[in-house]
């Protein structure tokens, strides 16, 4: 289901213009070598805000630590955390801040 989701939100977003990557790879920089640790980005929207789809019954704080990671990782301050699995989307939005960003 998220596959769905996502591509409805990468066509909705570009028909208004707004520039999309998606599946976007984030590799690991360790010991200054760079490693494919196999993570994606579900969104990376206007090369600023981290989207992490979902479709669970209830938003894990597992689910809210991979984003943040990802945040860390990429070096990106915002991200939102994004279940579709709620009866009013906007009661299935998270936004998550990298409080750390280097």
């Known amino acids: 289901m998220e596959s ?13 213009g707004i520039s999309i990557e998606r599946q976007k790879p984030l590799p ?14 579900d969104l990376l929207v206007e090369n600023s805000v981290i989207v992490e789809l979902k479709s669970v019954e209830a938003v894990e704080r597992i689910h809210c630590m991979q984003l943040l990671s990802y945040l860390r990782l990429s070096g990106h301050k915002v991200g939102l955390l994004i279940n579709f699995n709620v009866p009013v989307l906007t009661h299935g939005v998270r936004r998550i801040v990298n409080k750390f960003k280097e």
């Open 4 to 16: 769905a989701y996502e591509a409805c939100m990468v066509h909705e977003l570009t028909d208004r």
């Open 28 to 41: 690991v920089v360790y010991h200054g070598v760079t490693l494919d640790c196999g993570y994606r980005l």
